[in-house]
């Protein structure tokens, strides 16, 4: 075979890969996601779950399919949307299914996700949900059962999120309590006439608030006694006159939670790899460190892929409530992209240090196959091939395609829960008994709701404007 030949096949090497690549596409999750977060912006979110159910492959809208790894991302943004249509039982459905998937996901463990992680990408790897999303999930499906009027269904989610806390914290997560789930649970065992439990969720609830629209339900909970051993229960009715349960002056219960704007979602970008190595330079080994100044030096890289946080939407927004004429009064349950560049901070360093060592893995595979592939023909060819250099441009034609295709599989793991709302606030009252207008207004979307409630009774009312 002759030199020209030799380059020939390690040119169509090259092309097949590149042709690989483009037949595959390497796009991110956030490309998954992107026609369906345009169309929430228009305010249109039956586009926006079609977008959706596309990527999802399903036949007919709404249908569940077989769940796994991203699937599961995709039906938690369409259960959030339809929990914004006031379509609970299909919220219910979408979250339930997505929870059992990511449950497995976040215990599996598999060597080819491992090589594939530290090689390719974070996102060859199973999808390991924040503790923010992972309590969300079942805070959220809670509001739905307790939507419809299911307490039963309420309850099964409460016990999951008990659960999920308890897990979580004793990972040390500090972030293992979000207040609005607490709330919601506590609600869910109160009126399900479980005093004990709804106490003790309440507490929970307190500790991450000071929400001073329990004090009227604890009032009437604590009798005005303290309960001696929940703090923040009795820290919060302490001095309070006691109050008459609505099952006793035959009045009702209203609970609006309202849930706007939406989280920052993660977006590629590349970042030069001087800006890389000021990061977490001082994390590699000091040969890991000359390794890279040596490619720097080469011309051989100058860049990384790299996630980060894109803008929220809408969560400086200030939501309207009124009972009738009557002014309702809100206030902040849940800052939820707070949550989320907390928790993404305290990953950022850990992330762009993958990505320089992905960065030397790659670099070792290409120089691996430049030298075995420089090797095999040296073996089949003749002193004169040899001598003319073909054997060594071959293979660093076939190194060089190896780290091409392996560079352009890097692509930054943009996977996260996309349509959760920035914030959420929430506002309880005592209202006598029949029916009401509630009218709730949010990023310029607003919504009168007729909510009948019996004497003794309850309704919850849930608000998402997820633009």
Not at 362 to 383: K, L, M, P
Not at 421 to 437: C, D, E, L, M, S
């Amino acid at each position: 075979m002759g030199p020209l030949v030799g380059l020939r096949r390690a040119a169509c090497v090259i092309t097949f890969a590149l042709g690989a690549l483009a037949n595959t596409g390497c796009a991110g999750h956030d490309v998954r996601v992107r026609d369906s977060l345009a169309a929430l912006d228009r305010g249109s979110m039956e586009q926006a779950v079609a977008a959706l159910d596309q990527e999802l492959g399903v036949k007919s809208p709404g249908e569940i399919p077989p769940v796994s790894r991203d699937e599961a991302l995709l039906l938690l943004d369409r259960g959030s949307i339809h929990l914004a249509m006031g379509k609970y039982e299909q919220a219910s459905r979408d979250l339930g299914a997505a929870d059992q998937a990511i449950e497995v996901l976040d215990l599996s463990t598999s060597k080819a996700a491992d090589i594939g992680r530290y090689v390719f990408s974070d996102d060859a790897g199973p999808y390991k949900a924040p503790a923010y999303e992972k309590l969300l999930l079942n805070t959220l499906n809670m509001l739905s059962y307790l939507a419809r009027h299911d307490l039963n269904g309420a309850r099964v989610e409460a016990r999951r999120l008990a659960v999920m806390q308890k897990y979580i914290e004793s990972l040390g997560d500090e972030g293992a309590l979000l207040g609005l789930g607490s709330y919601l649970a506590g609600f869910t065992y109160e009126k399900s006439k479980a005093r004990d439990e709804a106490l003790l969720h309440y507490d929970e609830a307190l500790e991450y608030a000071r929400y001073k629209s329990l004090r009227d339900p604890l009032r009437a909970l604590t009798r005005g006694q303290k309960t001696t051993i929940h703090e923040a229960v009795d820290a919060l009715v302490e001095g309070a006159e006691p109050l008459a349960p609505v099952e006793e002056t035959g009045e009702a219960e209203i609970l609006v939670v309202v849930g706007f704007g939406r989280v920052p979602p993660k977006t590629p970008v590349r970042i030069p790899i001087g800006m890389a190595m000021q990061i977490v330079g001082q994390e590699l080994s000091p040969m890991e460190r000359r390794e890279v100044d040596s490619l720097v030096l080469q011309g051989a890289v100058a860049w990384i892929n790299y996630p980060t946080l894109g803008q929220g939407r809408g969560g400086y927004e200030v939501p309207k409530a009124s009972i009738g004429e009557e002014i309702l009064p809100l206030e902040q349950a849940l800052d939820v992209e707070g949550e989320v560049r907390s928790a993404w901070h305290k990953r950022e360093g850990t992330l762009v240090l993958a990505a320089i060592t992905r960065l030397l893995a790659r670099t070792a595979a290409s120089v691996a196959v430049a030298g075995a592939t420089a090797a095999g023909i040296n073996a089949a060819q003749d002193e004169r091939q040899r001598r003319d250099g073909s054997a060594e441009a071959v293979g660093m034609l076939l190194g060089f395609a190896t780290s091409l295709t392996m560079s352009a599989l890097d692509t930054p793991d943009t996977r996260s829960w996309s349509t959760l709302p920035a914030r959420i606030a929430i506002a309880r009252a005592r209202v006598p008994a029949g029916k009401h207008a509630i009218t709730l207004e949010v990023r310029g979307q607003r919504r009168t709701f007729d909510v009948k409630v019996d004497a003794g009774g309850w309704a919850l009312v849930p608000f998402f404007v997820l633009r």
